[in-house]
Every structure is written in C-alpha cells, then in structure tokens.
C-alpha cells in the first residue's frame, strides 16, 4: 500500500512558541489530505481538508488562524499550531488518499504527539 | 446530530473465537463505510471498504457487514488470534469526508 510518512512523531515546545507538522505521501500524489487530532481514547476528529494548490477547508470549531495547513505540492502538507497552549496537547494525525482511480482507501501518518508544556 | 457510535468497552475473546465489533450511525448517508485498526500511538490502518450497495465484504480472517437501513455495520474476526488485539475504528465516507467513531479495544487472550 501506498505510504504517508508523519514528521515529528513526538515534539515537546514550551507555551507560546510554534510548532510545524510534516505530512508527506512518499510513492503517490496525494491531492487531498485530512489532518484529525486525537485525545486519549477518543475518536479521530476532522480538524481540515486541504487540497493541493488551494486554501484549506476547516471544519467547524477549529481556528485557522491557530492550525495553519499549506498543501504546497502533491506530496506535502504541513500543520503549524500557532502560539501552542497546553490544551493544544495531543495526538495529530494526518491521512491521504490518492486521486484518480482510488478505492477509497485512506492512508495514515504515523501519527504527531504534541506536549506543551 | 450526526453520530457514529461503536461499544466504547472493550471486548475481551478466547483465542480462536469470532471477535464481532458493531458500528452505528446516526443522521449519516455514507457512500461507503471502512474499517481500521490502530494500535497505542500509531496510525490508523486500513483493513476493509463496503459501499452502499454491498451487502458483505470478506478479506481472509475478516468480513464486514453493511445495513443500510439499520444504519449499522458488523465486523468480524473470525479465528481470533492475540496478534489481532487492537483498536478497531469505523469510518464513513460522506460529502467527500470520512467521519470516525471512538473504536472498539479487542483483546484476544491466548
């Protein structure tokens, strides 16, 4: 299967400062890509959808100003939590599916743990 | 509201045993529906797609079920392994977003 690779998996900044999320598709074009946050035992929430070479499409209750997500090229999407707080703590994900001729089929990062301290 | 509901307690199985976990939805029209599995700090992994008008899918050990009118979806395990204990999420594909539940924690005990 097609592979997205996640960086960092693990960052710890202290309140205040930013923090920037890789998300790559490494062996297909992805021209949609979803970032969820996850919170201990609870379901992946939808923060946005970003579609290659236009402005991403947040879902209701996330501030675009505070997640900024730039989907530059077919490959690359970034997250950058803006002025992170410790309620900003959390588990980022972000998934990617192909386009023409997909199944359907999402493929997930590995994933982002995020503590501010 | 919209809803996606899966048991948020977690099923304990006898290795060999047929795992079932159950999706719900509510206020959804999904054009299909998946199934994933994620384990502790990772991402989630795809397992399984039914469309609409699908009634069963298999993929080796696996079989999903989907009822449209009962707005609810099966998902099977047969000969359940302790390899098999995990998280496993349901998903649905609806306005060209997919939308999850909170998962369903496995444990397959040997």
């Known amino acids: 299967g097609a592979v997205v690779s996640q960086h960092p998996s693990r960052v710890i900044c202290k309140s205040g400062t930013s923090v920037k999320i890789e998300c790559r598709s490494l062996?297909?074009?992805?021209?949609?890509m979803f970032w969820y946050r996850q919170f201990p035992k609870q379901s992946l929430m939808l923060m946005a959808t970003?579609?290659?070479?236009?402005?991403?499409?947040?879902e209701q209750g996330v501030e675009k100003d505070k997640f900024l997500i730039n989907h530059a090229s077919l490959t690359l999407s970034t997250l950058t939590v803006t002025s992170a707080h410790p309620e900003d703590s959390s588990f980022y994900i972000c998934?990617?599916?192909?386009?023409?001729?997909?199944?359907?089929?999402?493929?997930f990062g590995e994933g982002s743990r995020l503590t501010v301290l | 509201s919209q809803k996606i509901e899966q048991n948020s307690e977690a099923l304990n199985i006898q290795e060999g045993k047929t795992a079932t976990l159950t999706c719900n939805y509510t206020?959804?029209?999904?054009?299909?529906l998946q199934w994933y599995r994620q384990d502790p700090g990772r991402g989630p992994v795809f397992l399984l797609l039914?469309?609409?008008?699908?009634k069963e899918k298999r993929k080796e050990r696996l079989k999903v079920t989907f009822d449209t009118t009962l707005k609810q979806s099966l998902f099977h395990i047969t000969a359940s392994q302790p390899a098999d204990s995990a998280t496993y999420l349901c998903?649905?594909?609806?306005?060209?977003?997919?939308?999850f539940g909170s998962g369903t924690k496995l444990n397959v005990k040997p």
């Open positions: 039914i469309r609409e008008n699908e």
């Open positions: 998934s990617a599916e192909t386009g023409t001729g997909n199944t359907g089929e999402l493929f």
């Open positions: 998903a649905l594909y609806n306005f060209n977003k997919f939308y």
């Open positions: 206020n959804y029209s999904p054009a299909y």
């Open positions: 062996d297909f074009q992805a021209t949609t």
């Open positions: 970003s579609n290659e070479g236009s402005k991403a499409t947040y």
